[in-house]
């Protein structure tokens, strides 16, 4: 039912009441996927500034990225269902809420274990708040049309912070590098006076899949560590085998109570629908390119041509504004071609940045290198906000939560474990350049994996499931 047909009117300038807070869910939502996404992008270049005052080695370090990945993939999952049975508004406030304690946490911890275990914290938030972002926006817009146009809005508050996270971060750690983490503290204090002018949301109760949660923690997590750690131990290491093998028996366990428990975390017959499908694919490929790239080139601009934290922040400026000045037409350019289109072409550019990145040599100046991570920023804006608005297309409103936990799982595994496997190589004794180049080459192939499984995009019927 559209939207303007209410008839509750605020006081205040006779604006419609429904038309009020959905104004206020969106910009909710959108300033919750910013700190979110912000924390994730600001982090990367804070790095070397975090190993200069705490220590420890490569590891360490994505262990400060993977722990928060970690715990945002695992519980994303469960995280999506708890929104439907509590409401996504309770749900995204109670996250958002922990996120902010733990940013602070982080930027107070005396020790790298410490900043780590906070870390952990921190991604249990953001795993509540990503999809309950996403649900917020699929019950204030109930109309497709508008409610495209509002996930594009969503998606510019992720690449405005994608564009400033490198930036501010490096301006950030001149300063202390704990300044990456309170930056999070009046963002969300922001967001959450927002969310008290929305609508509550309806709710689903249901049991909670136990069973369903720790079986996922478990894959997730066995899957990581067995990556990072096979940089340094190699694939054979016990420990390493050890990881993969728990890895497989939680996978094949999860999937199993998922087919027999009566209230399942993440119900099988939502993988009926072919978009959901798809889509779920292209977040993970998305985020392998989206996220690893940088991930990398973080510490090659600092370690192999010596910048500072705020020198590799401004080399990824190109790359992020183009992203952030593309994506508000990100919903005119998918209703004049449909979703297909764009996806197909940003996935191709990831694929052609990430070939062009590895076969210049290492003496390429740091100017070059900035320009040819644009294509890679112009994928942004081109593959997510038709994706998203594509997933929430084909489910129905009560299973909004469960369906964007599953797509934003499949996105943080994607980005996990990129930055495990790439830290892995290039820390073997092969060295760092032939380990970025091994690394941009699988981002290519999965980039044109996705690609090609975009082409079906079109053949997918509308079927909520």
């Known amino acids: 039912m559209p939207l303007t047909t209410t008839v509750h009117r605020s006081p205040e300038a006779g604006v419609p009441e429904t038309n009020r807070h959905a104004t206020a869910t969106l910009a909710a939502a959108v300033l919750g996927f910013f700190v979110i996404t912000l924390d994730a992008t600001i982090v990367n270049v804070a790095l070397p500034s975090i190993q200069d005052g705490l220590g420890g080695g490569i590891t360490g370090l994505e262990w400060v990225v993977d722990a928060y990945t970690l715990m945002f993939a695992a519980l994303l999952l469960s995280a999506g269902s708890l929104s439907d049975r509590i409401g996504a508004r309770r749900a995204f406030a109670g996250g958002l809420g922990l996120f902010v304690i733990a940013s602070v946490a982080c930027g107070l911890a005396p020790t790298l274990p410490v900043l780590i275990a906070a870390r952990v914290i921190q991604g249990i938030g953001a795993a509540v708040t990503m999809p ?31 564009a400033a996270g490198p930036v501010l971060g490096g301006l950030l750690s001149l300063a202390s590098w ?24 309806p709710t689903r ?23 990072i750690e096979a940089g340094d131990a190699g694939l054979t290491a016990p420990q390493v085998l050890i990881s993969l093998g728990i890895a497989v028996v939680a996978l094949a366990a999860f999937v199993t109570a998922q087919a027999k428990v009566a209230h399942p975390m993440v119900p099988l017959t939502l993988f009926r629908s072919k978009a959901v499908v798809i889509a779920t694919g292209i977040g993970f490929a998305f985020m392998v390119g989206f996220y690893g790239l940088p991930f990398l080139f973080s510490l090659y601009f600092q370690q192999q041509h010596g910048l500072s934290a705020l020198g590799a922040g401004i080399a990824f400026l190109p790359m992020m504004l183009l992203s952030a000045c ?4 990100s919903a005119r350019i998918t209703e004049r071609t449909g979703p297909k289109v764009p996806v197909i072409a940003g996935l191709i550019l990831i694929a052609a940045g990430s070939i062009a990145l590895a076969v210049v040599p290492a003496s390429t100046p740091v100017w070059a290198t900035a320009l040819l991570l644009i294509p890679v920023g112009m994928a942004g804006p ?38 495990a496997v790439f830290g892995a190589l290039i820390s073997a004794p092969a060295g760092f350049q032939h380990g970025l180049r091994i690394s941009l080459a699988l981002a ?14 079109g053949t997918t019927r509308h079927s909520a499931v």
């Open 382 to 419: 081109l593959v997510m906000p038709p994706t998203t608005a594509l997933l929430l297309e084909h489910v129905s409103a009560k299973q909004t939560g469960t369906a964007s936990g599953v797509f934003n799982t499949s996105r943080q595994i994607g980005g996990a474990l990129a930055v």
């Open 444 to 457: 290519t192939a999965i980039a044109l994996l996705a690609a090609l499984a975009a082409t079906r995009i």
């Open 178 to 201: 704990r300044m990456v983490f309170w930056i999070n503290l009046p963002v969300g204090i922001l967001t959450l006076l927002l969310l008290r002018r929305t609508a509550p949301s």
């Open 132 to 162: 309950t972002s996403m649900a917020l926006l699929r019950q204030a817009f109930p109309d497709p049309a508008r409610r495209a146009h509002a996930v594009a809005v969503w998606a510019m508050g992720g690449a405005v912070a994608a």
């Open 205 to 227: 109760p249901a049991p909670f899949d136990w069973t369903g949660q720790i079986t996922a923690i478990l894959a997730m997590g066995g899957l990581t560590f067995g990556a």
């Open 326 to 329: 593309l994506t508000p037409f």
